[in-house]
């Protein structure tokens, strides 16, 4: 038998691929961005 291979991340493609599949569902960056900071804004509030 063969030895399993070292795990291995390639950055780029990762972040490649996660545009593609946002972009596929219509979702940007910058919304992810804006509810991330309302959704803090609104937990800070307590």
Do not use: C, H
Request: net charge positive; no cysteine; aromatic share 8%.
């Amino acid at each position: 038998m063969s030895e399993p291979k070292a795990y291995s991340l390639d950055s780029r493609q990762v972040a490649e691929a996660t545009e593609q599949w946002l972009a596929k569902r219509g979702v940007t960056k910058t919304e992810i961005a804006e509810l991330a900071y309302f959704l803090q804004k609104i937990t800070s509030r307590n």
